[in-house]
Nanobody, 123 residues
Framework: QVQLVESGGGLVQAGGSLRLSCAAS????????MGWFRQAPGKEREFVAAINWSGISTDYADSVKGRFTISRDNAKNTVYLQMNSLKPEDTAVYYCAASGRSPLRAQSSYNYWGQGTQVTVSS
């Protein structure tokens, strides 16, 4: 069974940076497209970023484009989300997920989900 565990969340000041990690069991990162989603209090879970199995193609939500970078390390079986210039509206629980199909912006495309890690950005 594929298991995903997020880490790296925490409290950061606006304008600061955090790097989230998602460690996967088995050969997940190199075999599946990977995505990051987030859910803020009182809001629906939304797409943040995705990367295909080869790492060549990436996609970002407009709200994070230019600030966040998704990457993967197949040798470590880990996917990352580098978050820079953080804003209070980035506060949410962040989830990583593994997908076996497209489109990667759709939650329904993902088969496996982590438990999430809290990111809080203070003003």
């Amino acid at each position: 069974q594929v298991q995903l565990v997020e880490s790296g969340g925490g409290l950061v000041q606006a304008g600061g940076s955090l790097r989230l990690s998602c460690a996967a069991s088995r050969r997940t990162v190199s075999s599946y497209a990977m995505g990051w989603f987030r859910q803020a209090p009182g809001k629906e879970r939304e797409f943040v970023a995705a990367i295909n199995w080869s790492g060549i193609s990436t996609d970002y939500a407009d709200s994070v484009k230019g600030r966040f970078t998704i990457s993967r390390d197949n040798a470590k079986n880990t996917v990352y989300l580098q978050m820079n210039s953080l804003k209070p509206e980035d506060t949410a629980v962040y989830y990583c997920a593994a997908s076996g199909r497209s489109p990667l912006r759709a939650q329904s495309s993902y088969n496996y989900w982590g438990q999430g890690t809290q990111v809080t950005v203070s003003s």
